[in-house]
């Protein structure tokens, strides 16, 4: 972001705070930020996702402004400092990249994981702040959403090395979970089902944790993907001049693999 534009929003901010400023925004405080900014960050990811460029525009503006806001209200609050919290980052991630700023090598996925954790225990002893085994979780938000959730916590368990060594040993567990999911809906207990139904998804996770791919992301775009396809249905169904309630589920499936085969 350019120097104008920074000062732009602050300037903005302080005329909604000051003495003819906006009532609403003069009784927001950090904590009742905290919720629109989740909301707005949701919107953005959405647009992302759906490649909606106008939409992008309009989300990644609405994010800024609330974390410059939030800034702001800190500052009042805590003293807070803009300048301060970008060079803290800055040096944050220099250090936690020593294999692209300094003279450390890495060849794989799974020991750039290691590294990034190792050298987060190294600040931690640098605070004074000896890390526990036990503690190995406590920095994964507890509010993430589960599938995200799953996924930091499989990488976290990674690069604390406590992972199966090879995705051919990680791909006979996840069978072994399926398995234990078929008898637990073959027995038909509630409880035992969510149970397995849980590990299943959790390892599922885990699965495309190890090729590169998140769990979030990945569902993100099969939902997309499945709307877009039942609404092409629908509009061929009517192209074709069909009821689309008078069709049985075969005439459904039929117009789902011409949507698929033309959707690519």
């Known amino acids: 972001m350019q120097q104008a534009d920074q000062h732009e929003i602050l300037e903005l901010i302080g005329e909604l705070l000051g003495e003819n400023g906006c009532g609403w925004d003069k009784e927001q405080t950090p904590g009742s930020l905290c919720d629109y900014l989740l909301e707005e ?7 992302v996702r759906s490649k909606d460029r106008a939409g992008v525009r309009e989300e990644l503006g609405d994010v800024f402004f609330l974390l410059f806001f939030l800034a702001v209200l800190l500052h009042q609050e805590q003293g807070l400092e803009l300048s301060r919290v970008w060079q803290e980052n800055v040096r944050k991630m220099k250090r936690r990249h020593p294999h692209v700023f300094a003279e450390a090598s890495i060849d794989t996925r799974q020991e750039l994981q290691q590294q990034w954790e190792a050298i987060k225990k190294q600040e931690k002893r640098a605070n004074n702040q000896e890390p526990k085994p036990e503690d190995l979780f406590d920095a994964v938000p507890g509010a993430l959403p589960p599938l995200q959730k799953a996924y930091r916590l499989n990488s976290k368990a990674a690069g604390d090395g406590f992972t199966w060594k ?18 637990a809906v073959a027995d038909g207990d509630p409880k035992a089902k969510e149970e397995e139904f849980g590990d299943l998804l ?14 979030s992301g990945a569902l993100a775009r099969a939902n997309l993907k499945f709307v877009r396809r039942f609404r092409a249905m629908c509009a061929l169904a009517a192209q074709k001049g069909l009821d689309w309630d008078g069709l049985d589920l075969e005439d459904k499936d039929r117009l789902w693999e011409e949507v698929k085969k033309a959707d690519g």
């Open 41 to 47: 960050t949701y919107e953005l990811v959405e647009a």
């Open 166 to 183: 090879t995705d051919a040993d990680h791909h006979q567990a996840l069978i072994r979970e399926w398995q234990e999911w078929q008898r």
């Open 202 to 215: 959790f390892n599922l996770v885990e699965q495309g944790r190890r090729q590169g791919i998140k769990a």
